[in-house]
């Protein structure tokens, strides 16, 4: 992990200014926390929190012995409750010594990206992509290549991935289910990318990385398999956070899990738990992994879900929107009626609707609706769109 410069942080601060002026200085921002809006921007909780969630932390906080609050690390009961969970989920037998746990999805990738990659190494990522991919590519000294993904199924560009790939590729983001698209990557599509990221990896002498961003993946609808890239390829890093399957973002709880055909776990380990040391001391805090094994049950409801999927999709069909039906994730991505999503975005908020300009997430002429809006919500925004 090379330190950052001023000017790289300018940089930085250059690939994330989209986002970064969305969040702070849009009519959003100016409107947020308003009662009166219909807020359906942001993957944020807008009713109470799951009372589970609140009775895990509550029954956790109490100290059981002087190291209760005491630095805490990849704590064992911790991780022994991720693997087993994993080898439950996933049929495979992952080991709790391969599972290093993080504040959250936004770390996991920060360490993975700063264990396996150096100056002048490159790292795939698709697009649209979550909003900080790129960024964190370039905060860990790499170099960022961007691959759209088939724009009209919203699968991976097989093809394009292929005449990405160089001599410096040491790795490959793949965000599935999808966010923003919503897009679950089939078992064959992802077989195939493990075929050519193998073949790859032996011509360059060296593997191709595989971080598999699997946020949303037990938020998936119509009961439809997720098949997780760890299956095909032994050369990923799972990478996971609480936030969204509990809707609790602000708690930030994740990790980092390799499946057991990974080469080279020994040195891996090393490897990611530096990582973890010098981006930040990146563990989540003490209360977190203590109520971990409660959590790790817990869920928002999926059903719910999809059922406000179902009432948006059918009702902006109606009105003449096109969209895709998302696969899993929290969210909705619509054609923008006026080819500037900007300025569509800028109308809809004039009827107290406030959604997410596709152009932030690199879809231009799109914009992206969050289901995690109340069903109240919802209904009061109707009439808007």
Known sequence: MVPATSQQIDHLGNLIHPVADFLQHSTWAEHLGDPEICDLVLGNPHEMPLPGVTNALKQHVEPKNKDWFAYKQNEEPARAVVAHSLQQRRGLPFAPEDIFLTNGSFAALSVALAAVTDPGDEVI??????????????????????????????????????????????????????????????????????????????????????????????????????????VFY???????????????????????????????????????????????????NALLQHALPDLETLSIDVGHLQQKRDR???????????????????????????????????????????????????????FRISLTASDEMIERALPGF
């Open 125 to 230: 990522f698709i697009s649209p992509p979550w909003f900080f991919y790129e960024a964190l590519i370039a905060a860990a000294g790499a170099t960022p290549v961007r691959v759209r993904c088939d724009p009209q199924t919203f699968d991976l560009d097989l093809a394009a991935i292929e005449a990405a790939i160089t001599e410096r590729t040491r790795a490959i983001i793949v965000n599935t289910p999808n966010n923003p698209t919503g897009k679950i990557y089939p078992a064959a599509t992802l077989e195939a990318l493990a075929a050519l990221l193998e073949e790859a990896g032996e011509r360059n002498g060296r593997p191709i990385y595989l971080l598999a961003d699997e946020a949303y993946c037990r938020i998936v609808y119509d009961d439809r398999d997720f098949p997780s890239p760890t």
């Open 234 to 284: 032994p050369h990923t890093f799972l990478i996971y956070t609480y936030g969204k399957t509990l809707l609790a973002p602000g708690q930030r709880l994740g990790y980092i899990a390799m499946p057991p055909a990974m080469p080279g776990r020994a040195a891996l380990r090393q490897a990611l738990y530096t990582a973890q040391l010098v981006t930040g001391f990146a563990f989540p």
């Open 312 to 366: 948006l999709v059918r009702a902006l069909r109606d009105i003449g929107y096109t969209l895709h039906e998302p696969e899993g994730t929290f969210y909705l991505l619509v054609r923008s009626p006026l080819s500037d999503d900007n300025a569509f975005v800028d109308l809809l908020a004039t009827h107290n609707v406030f959604c997410l300009p596709g152009s932030v997430a690199e879809c231009p002429g799109y």
